[in-house]
């Protein structure tokens, strides 16, 4: 096991590199998209301080990342290097006892499972869910009084999207607190296309929804992540309108494919059945392997 060198750290290159691994190995099986991980990184301004991260090279090639966050592990490593998983594994120690990896990930599965790692599904999972680009039906209507638009990218505009932020996705205990500064730290995000990121305002033109795509334009694939509707919102079809337009946008720049992830168990349905309901078919899921 040589040749192979450890990059440790929290900065902007550590985000990149693991894009970089995303964007290379992307396929339906993969459980990572760049985009999501471009969303994770940006949404608190980079990783929780207890995060700890590396990546590893081969001839100056990503060939593996790990990501360490509340005694969990998340990784992805190229298939040509399973060889590297010891390593990985001692390097995490004790954040290692609990793994997430997508059921389509065989060859992880069974060399983590050579490890000593066993599936608990058991309890909340996600779901991937897809559809394609090239048959988006037309835009669904929008309720009297709502407008539409995209983000248009200026620092008080990200004022205006982190308020929409806030309001779809804190609950009375956990309350959200993007803040302008941290949604311009997304727009800095070297993958963050404004056009793929929609709006939608209320009457009184406080906002209302929101949903944000990115596309790998590699694969042609686009994630979309977040979707978000204030409570006093819902049910009128403004996730439905501003996902679909993040969609048509995704694919007017070249995308033919949409991936997106929700809960799969019946405990927490509505983000499930608003991706149904925009086309979007369950074809994968999260797996939580406990190391024995
Ligand atoms: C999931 C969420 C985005 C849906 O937003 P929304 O604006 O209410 O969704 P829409 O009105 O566009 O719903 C479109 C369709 O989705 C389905 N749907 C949406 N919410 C549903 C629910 N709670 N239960 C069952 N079906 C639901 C319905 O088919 C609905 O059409 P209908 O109202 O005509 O029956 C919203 O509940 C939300 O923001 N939740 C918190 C944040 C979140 O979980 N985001 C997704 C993960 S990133």
Redesign the pocket.
Known sequence: MTGYKRVDGTGPDQAAAMQELAARLWSWSSRWHPGELAWFWAEHGGPEPSGRLAHWTRDGRVVAWAWTRNERLDLQVDPDHLDLIPRLLDWAADDSRAVTLLDAETALLEALGAHGYERHDEGPFFAHLRRSLGDLPGS?PLPDGYTLRAVDGSPADAEVRAEAHRN??SVRRRPVTMTGDDYRAVMRAPSYRPALDQLVLAPDGSPA?AALAWLDERSGVAV????????G?????????A?HAALRAARDLGGRGAR????GDDD????R??Y???GFRVYARNVRLVRR
């Open positions: 669904p779809a996705f929804a979309l992540e977040p979707v978000g509707t204030a409570p919102h819902r049910r009128r079809g403004l996730a439905a309108a996902a997106v992830c929700a809960r927490a349905p509505a983000a059945a608003a149904e309901a925009l």
